[in-house]
Nanobody
Framework: QVLLTESGGGSVQPGESLRLSCAAS????????MGWYRQAPGKQRELVAG???????NYADSVKGRFTISRDNGKRKVYLQMNTLKPEDTAVYYCNANKVRYDPFDKLRDVDYWGQGTLVTVSS
């Protein structure tokens, strides 16, 4: 089953903005850690930004000051606002969730869940 669904990718020119969204399945009761990763052609998947349920965030050095991650815990959604996009930001972006519970009494599942990915292309 699909547990994470991304949207918002597309093609833009350098300097423009995009906002990615990721929605978790209603089957999931809570998620501690959420984040965005990306994978460019021929490269390894890398962390772009992460956010915990207490709101603490971390970013890759390459996106600091340009990207902002946020989440809506009640709706189990995470967002990535990407500004001043550069050609080197071109990649497939994946939503990630970790430390998940399916109900209030469920054990904390320390497993990585991934979305299907959404393509971001930055080109003039």
């Amino acid at each position: 089953q699909v547990l994470l669904t991304e949207s918002g990718g597309g093609s833009v020119q350098p300097g423009e903005s995009l906002r990615l969204s990721c929605a978790a399945s209603p089957r999931i009761f809570s998620i501690n850690d959420m984040g965005w990763y990306r994978q460019a052609p021929g490269k390894q998947r890398e962390l772009v930004a992460g956010i915990s349920d207490d709101g603490s965030t971390n970013y890759a050095d390459s996106v600091k000051g340009r990207f902002t991650i946020s989440r809506d815990n009640g709706k189990r959604k995470v967002y990535l606002q990407m500004n001043t996009l550069k050609p080197e930001d071109t990649a497939v972006y994946y939503c990630n969730a970790n430390k998940v519970r399916y109900d209030p009494f469920d054990k904390l599942r320390d497993v990585d869940y991934w979305g299907q990915g959404t393509l971001v292309t930055v080109s003039s």
